[in-house]
């Protein structure tokens, strides 16, 4: 066994099966582990898909929400043992692999079509 083919089967081993199919564009709410204290929480973060990087183990989502008037966006490592749980809310239509144009935007310009014809 070469180097390659070794990263890959511990890669393999980490790799989520759970996971919902995300698009670009999709609402999500992702459940991110928090600790506090000695105690583990769920706290739940909802936004917009806008980018989208894949790559096996280090396949990640940029998720953009709009708080107290500041867009924040949160860079998410799907595989990542904080990650509890991801639900896609609703399916956007968009033409776009990646939505930095909503960054310019803001208030209603910000919104995005739903899609019907993918099931959530």
């Known amino acids: 066994m070469n180097a390659q083919e070794i990263i890959h089967s511990i890669e393999a081993e980490h790799i989520k099966s759970d996971l919902p199919v ?3 564009g999709d609402t999500v709410r992702v459940g ?3 600790k506090e204290g000695e105690k583990f929480r769920v706290q739940p973060y ?4 806008i980018a989208k990087r894949n790559g096996g183990i280090n396949e990640t989502i940029t998720v953009r929400r709009v708080f107290q008037g500041v867009g ?3 860079v998410f490592l799907l ?3 904080r990650i509890d749980n991801i639900k896609v809310l609703r399916r956007g239509k968009v033409r776009r692999a990646k939505l930095y144009y909503l960054r310019d935007r803001v208030g209603k310009a910000t919104r995005i079509k739903q899609r019907f014809d ?3």
């Open 46 to 49: 909802e936004g917009v898909v």
């Open 72 to 74: 924040v966006e949160r």
């Open 22 to 24: 995300i698009y670009v």
């Open 79 to 81: 595989h990542s043992p």
């Open 118 to 120: 993918r099931a959530l």
């Open 32 to 34: 991110v582990k928090i």
